[in-house]
Nanobody, 125 residues
């Protein structure tokens, strides 16, 4: 069982930055690929970024490539999402998720077993 708690969301102007954090419980954090997803009203939850258990592999949605960076600190059981050059279309609830596929970077919701409660990110124009 893995418990995930996100933090760092908020309101920011277009062009600004935010860093999201996701703290995980448990002693096997490094065995999990970690992902970030987002969901805005009326839309399906969509993949944003993922990072392998060792941190050596990453994967990004085309919409955020070059603006967002995912990283992790296995000593702190924490994964981060640095978001720069934010746009109004980045507005959503952002979710942290854990997948037991530690060697890959899956992009589908069903490939992740554990989810956080979400944190709201709002980008004003």
């Amino acid at each position: 069982q893995v418990r995930l708690v996100e933090s760092g969301g908020g309101l920011v102007q277009a062009g600004g930055s935010l860093r999201l954090s996701c703290a995980a419980s448990g002693r096997t954090f490094s065995r999990y690929t970690m992902g970030w997803f987002r969901q805005s009203p009326g839309k399906e939850r969509e993949f944003v970024a993922a990072i392998t258990g060792s941190g050596g592999g990453t994967n990004y949605a085309n919409s955020v490539k070059g603006r967002f960076t995912i990283s992790r600190d296995n000593a702190k059981n924490t994964v981060y999402l640095q978001m720069n050059s934010l746009k109004p279309e980045d507005t959503a609830v952002y979710y942290c998720a854990a997948s037991p596929t530690s060697w890959g970077t899956p992009r589908e919701v069903y490939e992740y077993d554990y989810w956080g409660q979400g944190t709201q990110v709002t980008v004003s124009s």
